[in-house]
């Protein structure tokens, strides 16, 4: 799962108080395509955003585990369900992967949890609608993880090193995810007339959605050409937007099943599909939190943490009585 | 008080014969359950034989700024590489 | 393991068949009620671990109930048996079925099946049926697992603050009543058991309770006498828990019978 730059805002510009020198160096470094390192110097405002892209990340991830972690109970067979429960918690994983590479530029992982439950933090939009169906979970694997997958791999270059190694990690365990999606699609779209008709439904509620998983378009992405230079984003929304409709359309032509934009078609000169206008409004209400489902995912996300609370706390207790009981024995 | 859990560095050994090597974090309470959760983020595919955690805290990491003095004094001692001496080809076993 | 599966497709064993469905539910409800923590721990260390334990149950009640088909020699296999039968028909015990509760009350659930099933496949890996203790060499390591994990957390709720103290005794405290049933010997088991199939399930008692008491010594609870045992499961006479399980998890293939997910 990946979440993209959700932030309208140009970021603030390089602090005047760092010195040139260093900051030459470092741009030379990124320039260079060497790896940036935790303890190397790095500009605040780079570091600033790093923490903030790779939290979101970890965030979506965490918080993707709920859409489809809503139909493990309802998974309409054994190994559906055993698949299913290893790809949700893959997500897990995936995000507990990115903490830790956040971390490393000194903000805790819980700092990072509150911001999100405070709705400091941002995640996917894709997550703030509702999973009605088994056909979803089909549909997320194909569009949402392929949208995702698009989004990761060039990752895998970035030029901070604990998030480009959480990368290949993550992309590495995320090919099976797109495929198993894919199968149930087919699996459904093969299926009864009933099932088909989930099938169609599905596509017709996640197509917009994914689209919009890349992003604003590149004129309202302030901070696309600095994060570019910084080698924190590797392509532009609109380029990898483009390239997912093109390798989606055949597939869903594949399906029997028909993308819901009467203004997509081939353009024979560009080699590129033409697709309609994004619903730009939608998407940055949901960026606000105002999707069919964010208060439910928030919700769920700060249960689960504030009914952990005295687990963590017992857990924590329980060592440091260990330790005193070892340090007294010494 | 906070009561996050510290972290650790985990590191798995992919197979017999090689070294252990670094592949990530967890947050525990305690060593057994670093390990738990070392086995259960980082060898969900069969990735290890082995694994070490160790408390993040207790790494000691040089420092990026003195990377010149630690490490380019070792560039002009190129005596130490086999390459370094002549032997003729006829000579062998050596 | 071939000659022992037409062997016993040539001759449906009744008593085998529902052992076999006993030790497959067992796996598949619990499984069931540990997903649903997945995304919902206290912290995404232990979601993983969680899930991981899951997994391995799904993995057993696979095999267990393709098996079970087999035995039966009707072309049932294991989805169908999972999905499509209904509570009376369900062979597992009341302990699997209980609700999650709160984290305290799951571990207390884990602890105490976790602990049982290990004793159980430590005998099952014995078996005069090749093909059981094929399945149960390779779900002991799991089980041995998850019983180690399990008792390590109820070790440090026991002993970490009063308030997962006292948690912790309140999720044994609804669990109790359960365990007998682990131990209870009916015709089914007898015949297993004298036929070399799997252990008497009494002879593994002892062995169960002192490994209780060690955990508690630990955790720093106390252990009380039980509660008169609710019992029932092994007969398909479940809690009230099992028909809701059901009614989510057999929805979509009891809904449209015939389609293929």
Known sequence: ?330 | MSNEWPLWEVFIRTKGGLSHRHAGSVRAPDAELALRHARDTYTRRLEGVSLWVVPSAQIVASDPHQAGPLFEPAESKIYRHPTFYHVPDNVKHI | MTTASSSAASRPDPALFDYLLRLGDDSLILAQRLSEWCGHAPMIEVDLSMSNVALDLVGQAMLFLDYAGQVEGKGRDGDKLAFHRDALRFRNCLLVEQPNGDFGQTMARQYLFSTWQRLLFQGLVKSTDAQIAGIAAKALKEIEYHADWSAEWVVRLGDGTPESRERMINGFAWMWRFVDELFQVDEIDAAVAKAGIGPARDSLRSDFDAALKSTFEAATLPLTPLPAAVLGGRKGHHSEHLGHILAEMQHLPRSYPGAVW
């Not at chain 1, 984003?233 to 934009?261: C, I, M, S, Y």
Request: aromatic letters at 10%; proline letters at 6%; one cysteine or more.
């Open chain 1, 1 to 330: 799962m990946y979440t993209t730059e959700l932030q309208k805002q140009p970021s603030k510009p390089v602090a005047a108080t760092e010195p040139q020198e260093l900051i030459d160096a470092f741009e030379a470094r990124v320039a260079a395509d060497e790896f940036i390192e935790p303890k190397d110097w790095m500009p605040a405002a780079y570091r600033r955003t790093l923490v903030r892209q790779i939290s979101q990340h970890a965030h979506s991830e965490i918080v993707g585990m709920l859409p489809e972690g809503n139909w493990i109970g309802r998974a309409p067979s054994l190994r559906r369900k055993a698949v299913l429960l290893a790809k949700v918690q893959d997500e897990g994983g995936h995000g507990l992967y990115l903490y830790a590479a956040a971390e490393t530029l000194g903000t805790s992982r819980e700092e990072m949890i509150e911001a999100l439950h405070t709705g400091k933090a941002k995640y996917s939009t894709i997550f703030n609608y509702p999973t009605l169906t088994w056909a979803d979970i089909g549909a997320i694997g194909w569009l949402v993880d392929g949208a995702a997958i698009m989004n990761q791999v060039p990752l895998q270059r970035t030029s901070y090193g604990p998030y480009a190694r959480a990368m290949v990690r993550v992309c590495k365990e995320e090919s099976f995810h797109q495929r198993q999606g894919y199968e149930i699609m087919m699996c459904m779209a093969n299926g009864t007339p009933e099932q088909k008709e989930m099938a169609q439904d599905a596509l017709d509620r996640w197509w917009w959605p994914s689209l919009m998983m890349f992003g604003p378009p590149d004129d309202e992405s302030p901070n696309t050409a600095q994060s570019m230079r910084w080698r924190i984003k590797r392509d532009t929304n609109d380029e990898l937007r483009q390239h997912f409709v093109d390798v989606t359309v055949p597939q869903a032509e594949f399906l029997g099943l028909k993308v819901p934009d009467p203004k997509l078609r081939f353009n024979e000169a560009t080699g590129h599909y033409q697709f309609g206008e994004i619903d730009w409004a939608e998407f940055w209400n949901v960026v606000k939190g105002e999707g069919p489902v964010a208060k439910e995912r928030m919700h769920d996300r700060v249960k689960a943490w504030d009914e952990g609370a005295w687990v963590r706390d017992a857990a924590a207790a329980h060592a440091a009585k260990q330790h005193s009981t070892r340090q007294a024995a010494e």
